[in-house]
């Protein structure tokens, strides 16, 4: 499994554009990528998920370049509301076994 | 409505009394697994399911157990709990893999004392 790096913490305000980036560099060839959304004491949440360049949709963006060594989740225009913490996973879609690693995740803090 | 369901919600126990967190999905799913999360940790996994019978362990597998007789259902099971295992406990099921899109049960807060 590719084990995975991002910030412990970012802060922004209403309105602006997040980026929270990722960082994979032993990411294998089959490997995917996925993120995750959790509020406190609930579980989390799927957002989004992609192999290469660039996925939307209607919450967010993930972006992957072309080595892939890294991704970037963006979420346009946030509101208190998206305050949580993400986390990033790689993993092989097509493994029948399928061992997972969350990591600690990116705290994001939404200010008014 | 698709879910993962968890009971008990909420738990208080003593050291040693064996215990059983049940898990259900409703999805028809393939692949589920138990997670615990504790403070500064995030989630760690502790056994995973591929499918009926077939169970394999995750990152944090010792003192649990876990049985996969029937598709829909993964029981954890706390044969001797120990303080150490007071966490949050979240059950989770995907189509095919844990890479798949993940749904999550609501939780189960476990006190050990």
């Known amino acids: 499994l590719a084990k995975t790096t991002q910030p412990i913490s970012m802060d922004s305000y209403e309105g602006q554009e997040v980026n929270i980036t990722c960082s994979h560099n032993n990411i294998a060839t089959n490997d995917y990528i996925t993120w995750y959304q959790q509020f406190p004491s609930q579980g989390p949440r799927f957002i989004i998920q992609g192999y290469k360049t660039k996925v939307t949709n209607e919450v967010a963006s993930l972006f992957i370049p072309a080595d892939r060594k890294s991704s970037t989740l963006s979420l346009p225009r946030v509101s208190l509301s998206d305050t949580a913490v993400y986390y990033c996973?790689?993993?092989?879609?097509?493994?029948?076994?399928?061992?997972?690693?969350f990591g600690s995740g990116t705290r994001l803090s939404i200010r008014p | 409505e698709a879910q993962v369901t968890q009971n008990p919600r909420y738990l208080i126990t003593v050291t040693g009394k064996k215990l059983t967190v049940t898990c259900s999905q409703n999805m028809n799913h393939e692949y589920m697994s138990w997670y615990r999360q504790d403070p500064g940790l995030g989630l760690r996994q502790i056994y995973y399911?591929?499918?009926?019978?077939?169970?394999d362990k995750g990152d944090v597998p010792e003192g649990y157990k876990v049985s996969r007789k029937e598709k829909r259902n993964f029981p954890l099971i706390l044969e001797s709990p120990s303080p150490n295992q007071t966490s949050l406990y979240f059950c989770?099921?995907?189509?095919?893999?844990?890479?798949?899109?993940?749904?999550f049960g609501p939780g189960t807060r476990l006190t050990v004392t």
């Open positions: 996973l790689v993993g092989d879609m097509y493994s029948s076994a399928s061992k997972i690693i």
């Open positions: 989770a099921s995907s189509l095919l893999a844990g890479v798949y899109e993940q749904y």
């Open positions: 399911s591929m499918n009926v019978e077939v169970t």
